[in-house]
């Protein structure tokens, strides 16, 4: 069977992401390869639109390149034991390649670090996507939250 | 103070590659006209410890920059790089640092003839008590 169809909706509006969970998936229908392959795929959808968004909160808009520059690529064959993604900035002859220079700095560019800082910042946001597949990390993400929270709270009690 | 003593530290511990021809070894932004080969160290981001409120995680980006064609030269400082730094416990007056290595890339420059290799590591870094 093939992975379930995506239930975790990424928009971008007024050029803020915003992610809408829509239905819950049938969990008990798919093989957890499949669970997680899709899972992945909505990772990946969510990296890529966050990576436009804060890009273009760094430069204005002229060719459109920039964000095309990140790649995601989901191993989920019939060989691979766990499915993995791999997002980055390929390099080499891509549409908007500077955008790898900007990642990593060059001698000519500073180093931005935007998809590091992206993936880094969002932790929380992307365990709770998987965990709309994965029952299993439903905890860890409810976790995650509460962290931010009671760190939210304590600055607040300091002022 | 915890920073600049860190910085310190890190530069200290780079020393001995400028006489396997480093030319300078410089923190965050290197000096316009610098000679290659030369070293940047900057310190990224530092977190929190989720389940251990003293310890701070945090990263330090190691740039080593090289002109030339050859890849011989920069290779051996990175693994010169890696030697010094990874799995190094290094107590001070004030800080206590372990620094782990992570990740080691070589990376293309838009500038053909340069060659750039970037490392990072974590450190895991506690403050010592004045209790």
Redesign the interface.
């Known amino acids: 069977m093939s992975a379930p169809k995506s239930t975790v909706k990424v928009l971008q509006k007024n050029g803020k992401t915003e992610i809408t969970f829509e239905e819950n998936v049938d969990a008990s229908q798919y093989y957890i390869h499949e669970l997680t392959r899709a899972a992945l795929r909505d990772v990946g959808k969510f990296v890529k639109k966050k990576f436009k968004e804060e890009y273009y909160n760094h430069f204005h808009k002229r060719t459109g390149n920039g964000p095309k520059a990140v790649k995601c690529k989901i191993w989920a064959s019939k060989s691979t034991t766990a499915p993995r993604v791999e997002i980055g900035l390929p390099g080499g002859r891509v549409d908007g390649f500077y955008s790898f220079f900007q990642e990593f700095g060059s001698s000519r560019t500073p180093r931005l670090g935007l998809l590091q800082n992206i993936v880094k910042d969002n932790t929380a946001e992307i365990v709770k996507i998987e965990s709309q597949y994965l029952s299993g990390l439903s905890g860890e993400a409810s976790r995650l939250q509460s962290l931010i929270h009671e760190g939210d709270m304590e600055v607040e009690d300091e002022d | 103070m915890k920073i600049n003593e860190l910085r310190q530290l890190v530069r200290t511990r780079l020393l001995p590659l400028m006489d396997e021809g480093v030319n300078e070894i410089y923190y965050r932004i290197a000096d316009e006209g610098a000679f290659y080969p030369h070293i940047v160290f900057s310190f ?2 530092i977190t929190a410890q ?1 389940d251990d409120i003293a310890r701070r995680n945090i990263d330090l980006r190691v ?1 080593l ?1 090289n002109k030339g064609t050859s890849a011989v030269l920069i290779n051996d400082l990175a693994d010169g790089v890696e030697s010094l730094l990874d799995c190094q416990n290094l107590p001070q007056t004030n800080i206590l640092p372990t620094i782990y290595f992570a990740d080691r ?1 070589e ?5 053909k003839s ?1 060659q ?1 290799i ?1 490392l990072d590591f974590q450190i895991q870094n506690y403050e010592r008590s004045n209790d």
């Open positions: 990224d981001k989720s740039d920059w890339r990376l293309d420059d838009e500038d340069i750039h970037q």
